[in-house]
């Protein structure tokens, strides 16, 4: 149980173009995902906090207008990198919390999608 | 603000013998404590967790960590590598709020 998916596993656009990342958990309802990034060779940096029904929460530094998040349901989370530049490419993980059953902050995490921005 | 610092960026091995990653951490409060694994092209993987109850963790794959707040120590143990053990781990600390906080990771290479 508590499989997390992300469609796609890569993609490859132009820059000025706008990319879409959905996050699924597969077996389990989350009212809370997270998404991340991470550069070569570096660790997680978490973007932005995505709770099921209200607005995103984004950690300083981040452009919520850059990195739109949507999460219309209790099993799905979207992603849209607007206006790609070629410093976005990067690989990008969702995470999503369990709605009932965790007494921790156990996030189960996506596989990531990998971007380029050429 | 709850941190973690992962002591060392790469750790190599020979097959069998024991494996050790050490982290540290900083928080106001009694953490919560993770430690994940990240496979090339895969994603993370939760090894083990501490929640405050048992100091010693057992996880998945042999591996253990011991929490002691003496030492604001995790340090990841494994009495014999295996060479699918070869990845890229992270000591990780719940911020609060269910966010997480990521070390920089310790790349493990094991020889055969």
């Known amino acids: 149980g508590a499989v997390v998916s992300q469609h796609p596993s890569w993609v490859i656009c132009k820059s000025g173009t706008s990319v879409k990342i959905e996050c699924r958990s597969l077996d389990f309802q989350a009212t809370t995902m997270f998404w991340y990034r991470q550069f070569p060779k570096q660790s997680l940096m978490l973007m932005a906090t995505s709770n099921e029904g209200s607005k995103a929460t984004y950690e300083q530094g981040v452009e919520k207008d850059k990195f739109l998040i949507n999460h219309a349901s209790l099993t799905l989370s979207t992603l849209t990198v607007t206006s790609a530049h070629p410093e976005d490419s990067s690989f990008y993980i969702c995470?999503?919390?369990?709605?009932?059953?965790?007494?921790?902050?156990?996030?189960?995490f996506g596989p990531g999608t990998r971007l380029t921005v050429l | 603000a709850q941190s973690v610092t992962q002591l060392d960026s790469h750790v190599s091995v020979s097959e069998g013998t024991p494996v050790l990653l050490r982290c540290n951490y900083s928080s106001s409060y009694s953490p919560s404590l993770f430690w994940y694994v990240q496979h090339p092209n895969k994603g993370l993987q939760l090894l083990l967790k501490y929640t405050s109850a048992a100091t010693l963790v057992k996880g998945i794959n042999g591996f253990e960590a011991e929490f002691k707040k003496s030492e604001t120590s995790f340090h990841l143990t494994k009495p014999s590598a295996h060479m699918s053990d070869a990845a890229e781990y992270f000591c990780v600390v719940s911020k609060g709020d269910y966010k997480l906080s990521f070390g920089a990771g310790t790349t493990v290479t094991v020889r055969a």
């Open positions: 995470s999503a919390r369990r709605l009932a059953g965790e007494i921790t902050d156990t996030q189960y």
